[in-house]
């Protein structure tokens, strides 16, 4: 294979992921065939074993790539944020919310792959999730300097999450909005 062909199959490659990715997070792993996988990059479900030995090493490495979105978001935020204002409370404020709420494809991990974690029949997906778990809760104890603890950044995932849940769960009630600043509240005290 040349330098090209190689270029174009990890390009494509990439592709599948990012597009399985969002799929992922809107849908749920039983929710995405392959053929939807491969449509939602521009390919053919043909050349799918070209890229992944399975459709639970795409889950897997879809996951992955949903985590590195949030982390990308976390660091963004962090840099972002002014001296002498907290990161922790714009990470708060910029979760839970409406736009976050209905923006599932794009919106974090930790809250759209829990269920499918805790169902997967493939531990891949399961360790994919556990380890980018992980990895937020490590951002989220580094937002203020020490101050915020490994225990504090646990209970912080815990409200932001379920927060977020409860309010997707939700959306058109009123209630919806309620939830989202019942955490937000419970956080920023």
Sequence with gaps: ????SQADAARHRDEVVR?????????????VSVQEAMSAAGLTHGGFYKHFASKD???????????ADIEARLDRIAAETPEGASARTRVIDDYLTVDHRDRI????????????AARAGDPALRDAYLAGLRRTVEQLASLEDGAHTHERALQDLVVLVGGLTLARATAGDPVSEELLAAARDLLNR
């Design 105 to 116: 494809a794009e919106g974090c991990a930790n809250t759209a792959l829990a269920a499918d």
């Design 19 to 31: 597009a399985t990715s969002r799929l992922l997070r809107e849908r749920g792993a039983e929710g």
């Design 1 to 4: 294979m040349g330098r090209s």
């Design 57 to 67: 090493e795409l889950v897997a490495s879809a996951a992955g790539a949903a985590f």
